[in-house]
Nanobody
């Protein structure tokens, strides 16, 4: 099992910034992907950003140029730097970790609220 602990959510005004963190512990061997999803009220969960072991990143079109995913492999931690936040970024953000064997793990979620 992999345990994921998220932090960094909160309330921010439009145009502001937040940084989310997600630390993985437990059976962390064979992790090959760490990323972030979000779910707004009444909407489906959507992929936001992700980063592979090799450092390759991918982003949802809606956050490109504003969000940056990074990871510290020594700390088994993935980060999401969110800049120029917009009210439509308001959601619960979930950390996601995948292993090479297909196992998939989720964090408990952290609320991000952007006021206009």
């Amino acid at each position: 099992q992999v345990q994921l602990v998220e932090s960094g959510g909160g309330l921010v005004e439009a145009g502001g910034s937040l940084r989310l963190s997600c630390a993985a512990s437990g059976n962390i061997f064979m992790i090959n992907f760490m990323g972030w999803y979000r779910q707004a009220p009444g909407k489906q969960r959507e992929a936001v950003a992700g980063i592979t072991n090799g450092g390759s990143t991918n982003y949802a079109d809606s956050v490109k140029g504003r969000f940056v995913a990074s990871r510290d492999n020594a700390k088994n931690t993935v980060y999401l730097q969110m800049n120029n936040l917009k009210p439509e970024d308001t959601a619960v953000y979930y950390c996601n970790v995948r292993k090479m064997n297909g196992a998939n793990y989720w964090g408990q979620g952290t609320q991000v609220t952007v006021s206009s």
